[in-house]
């Protein structure tokens, strides 16, 4: 059974900084793209980064870059989302979504991903 588990989301003032932690099971880890999407109240989800795990391609949205990183832990089955220089528009849920057949140029739309997990909050306070 595939399972994707977020984590590490919480309240932080404008500035500061969280670690996200999606620890997947159920499915060959390199085989993968993983990704984060967040969803604030009244918006679509959005497409915040990813990572090919046999490769290391990385996306991210143009609006976190320089403050975001992703970064996955093969050992551990494990990607992260370090967010560094948070602001308020940055408060959603954050869901990791795994697919195995992920066309690269279509990294950021929510519909393609197979896997997904429970979200995590992120509140930036200001």
């Known amino acids: 059974e595939v399972q994707l588990q977020a984590s590490g989301g919480g309240l932080v003032q404008t500035g500061g900084s969280l670690r996200l932690s999606c620890a997947t099971s159920?499915?060959?880890?390199?085989?993968?793209?993983i990704a984060w999407f967040r969803q604030a109240p009244g918006k679509q989800r959005e497409g915040v980064s990813s990572?090919?795990?046999?490769?290391?391609?990385?996306y991210y949205t143009d609006s976190v870059k320089g403050r975001f990183t992703i970064s996955s832990d093969n050992a551990k089955n494990t990607v992260y989302l370090q967010m560094n220089s948070l602001k308020p528009e940055d408060t959603a849920v954050y869901y990791c979504?795994?697919?195995?057949?992920?066309?690269?140029?279509?990294?950021?739309?929510?519909?393609?991903?197979?896997?997904w997990g429970q979200g995590t909050l992120v509140t930036v306070s200001s």
């Open positions: 159920g499915f060959v880890f390199d085989d993968y793209a």
């Open positions: 990572i090919r795990i046999s490769n290391g391609d990385i």
């Open positions: 979504a795994a697919d195995r057949t992920l066309i690269w140029g279509r990294v950021q739309f929510a519909s393609d991903y197979d896997y």
